[in-house]
């Protein structure tokens, strides 16, 4: 399965973007999917996670409130919709599954200005 995110782009705060992440495969449907993030000189983070049916949802404190993550698992996509940006949040955003189990995409770079 090959990952692709999308979306990215240069924002000031308290702006928004919408990141999406196409799968070559509908293998997705069946992972519990999530997006990471890294900054520059920092380890990669998890920023949220969603169910296979998209259900259930989890964020990590500092994007609680301010991201929604959603899947259509019809398009084997998976979003993220980002509110109330702080130049914090400026990293470049990965999908994959919960376990990391599929090879890295490009990841799409978030720069948020003060």
């Known amino acids: 399965v090959q990952l692709v995110e999308s979306g990215g782009g240069l924002v000031q705060a308290v702006g928004s973007l919408r990141l999406s992440c196409a799968a070559s495969?509908?293998?997705?449907?069946?992972?519990?999917m999530a997006w990471y993030r890294q900054a520059p000189g920092k380890q990669r983070e998890l920023v949220a996670t969603?169910?296979?049916?998209?259900?259930?949802?989890n964020y990590a404190d500092t994007v609680k409130g301010r991201f929604t993550i959603s899947r259509d698992n019809a398009k084997n996509s998976m979003y993220l919709q980002m509110n109330s940006l702080k130049p914090e949040d400026t990293a470049v955003y990965y999908c994959?599954?919960?376990?990391?189990?599929?090879?890295w995409g490009p990841g799409t770079q978030v720069t948020v200005s003060s």
């Open positions: 969603i169910t296979s049916g998209g259900r259930i949802t």
């Open positions: 994959n599954t919960r376990g990391m189990s599929l090879n």
């Open positions: 495969e509908s293998t997705f449907r069946l992972n519990t």
